[in-house]
């Protein structure tokens, strides 16, 4: 397998080995993804051993192919696959050490003599390298030496470790993601700027809610929103059109608050000289042309409207009260309602055809009963705007205030909340005492004398409503509580 060689060409070889050694080492360690260093790799081992293909193939911890790396096959080397699949890696997964063997075919390519060994780092086996038929400078075909398999062992041993290196940094740049954004949602930074207003959601219901706005808002579907008042649907309206894309404005329409003798020329706009003093003026349709038309409260439209909705949704045209010639408009509708839509069309007072129109998709609002973990961010995003608005000092919440607020059921969700808190910090000095939220909950301000309780039910109520706070997360409960799970559990949580 050797073969005579002058000592000053075996010295030149020797030197050029260590320093590929060492440029390998530098390269193998400079933190490349995992293909760059076995393409890395082959290319410096290929300029020693001169073969005449090579091949470095390496595997996931479960088996698959991860990258691969080849020279000198025709086409380009085969899939991965075939490489793991080839009898030369049972055989070095056998031997657990380097293999020169001669005569023979790896991956389908015949070869008259060829050196391989494994990649493996404490224990466990990365890959392999495989080099086939050396060839001399000067033409001829040798055999590899033992120098080279010595060489090609040093080169195995570097690279092995590399790879492993470069795969816990993988890992732990994955893992440093997903706390990044563990670490955003427990501070609170899931919060949406929409315009003047912010949309605060770290509680998963809302967070679902806003990641379909995200998804649909692109598209020129009509979007439905249903929820009980004060969830936040114009809030959500507003953030559908920003991420729309659409060039024009957003005009919102409430429904309800318009009297219907009027609500028709203020949706299609009125001709002038209609009625005595009448000046012509474009509709809130028109108005919102190239942009988004939200109509809160749709469920309150009366009969005559919604036919004429309909037809302007269908034809994409409005007519102007008093007016016979179509005007074209382009908008994108959003509908929001708090009423029970299927109810109404199985009334008869909501028009079933209108219905499906609108129903592109719909988007359903949490109650703020059902977000409660929102509702200390919320007071504290209340708090910091109201405070910079009025140019005072944010005054504490007491423990117990925000035990209250936390309980209450809210009926008005987060408007009443927002209420509240700014009723609380205009009244308040430098605390917000329980008694003061008590008495603007509506609840009885008598101070109740130390209950006899035990330690252990004022312990198990309020273990309760840290759960309740988290809606039920208990991995989240117990860091807040500053205990782990497994004493969660102990107590019966």
Not at 428 to 445: K, M
Request: glycine share 10%; net charge negative.
């Amino acid at each position: 397998m050797t073969s005579a060689v002058p000592s000053s060409l075996a010295e030149k070889r020797r030197i050029l080995q260590l320093e590929t050694l060492y440029d390998l080492g530098v390269a193998l360690h400079a933190h490349l993804p995992e293909q760059e260093l076995v393409d890395e790799l082959i290319q410096k081992v290929c300029t020693i051993l001169d073969p005449a293909a090579a091949v470095v193939v390496t595997r996931r911890g479960y088996g698959g192919a991860r990258a691969l790396a080849g020279v000198g096959w025709i086409d380009g080397p085969p899939p991965a696959e075939q490489f793991l699949d080839d009898p030369l890696w049972r055989e070095l997964l056998a031997s657990g050490q380097s293999l020169a063997l001669t005569g023979g075919t790896l991956a389908g390519r015949a070869y008259e003599s060829l050196l391989a060994t494994p990649l493996a780092y404490r224990g466990v086996y990365l890959g392999y390298m495989a080099f086939l038929d050396k060839e001399e400078r000067g033409g001829a075909s040798s055999g590899f030496t033992s120098e080279d398999r010595r060489f090609l062992e040093s080169v195995a041993a570097l690279a092995a470790v590399a790879l492993d290196s470069a795969r816990q940094m993988e890992e732990l740049e994955v893992e440093r993601e997903r706390l990044e954004e563990e670490n955003r949602a427990l501070k609170g930074d899931l919060v949406r700027k929409v315009g003047a207003g912010r949309i605060v959601a770290q509680a998963a219901p809302m967070r679902s809610a806003l990641n379909l706005v995200e998804r649909v808002a692109p598209r020129g579907v009509s979007v439905v929103l249903r929820g009980e008042s004060g969830t936040g649907k114009e809030l959500v309206a507003k953030l559908l059109h920003l991420e729309s894309g659409r060039s024009g404005p957003l005009v919102a329409v409430n429904c309800a608050a318009i009297p219907e003798t009027l609500l028709e020329s203020e949706l299609f706009g009125i001709e002038g000289g209609v009625a005595t003093g009448v000046v012509a003026r474009r509709g809130k349709f028109e108005l919102a042309g190239g942009g988004t038309l939200f109509l809160d409260e749709i469920g309150d439209l009366s009969p005559s409207v919604q036919v004429k909705l309909l037809r302007a949704l269908q034809e994409r045209e409005v007519v102007r009260v008093g007016s016979q010639t179509a005007v074209p408009v382009d908008v994108r509708l959003v509908a929001a309602t708090h009423r029970d839509l299927e109810a109404l069309v199985a009334e008869g007072t909501f028009r079933e055809d209108l219905y499906y129109r609108l129903k592109g998709v719909e988007i359903q609002l949490p109650p703020l009963r059902d977000r409660r973990e929102d509702i200390p961010l919320l007071v504290r995003h209340f708090t910091e705007i109201f405070c910079q608005r009025e140019a005072i000092a944010a005054p504490r919440f007491h423990s117990e205030s925000l035990e209250l607020l936390l309980e209450h059921d809210y009926p008005g969700n987060v408007r009443e909340l927002q209420n509240l808190v700014e009723a609380a910090l205009s009244l308040a000095d430098r605390e917000i005492r329980p008694e003061l939220l008590r008495s603007l909950l509506g609840q009885a301000a008598e101070q109740a004398g130390p209950q006899a309780l035990d330690l252990g039910t004022l312990e198990q109520r309020h273990i309760g409503r840290v759960l309740r706070m988290t809606a039920g997360n208990k991995t989240r409960a117990a860091r807040l509580l500053g205990i782990d799970r497994r004493t969660l559990q102990r107590k019966g949580f």
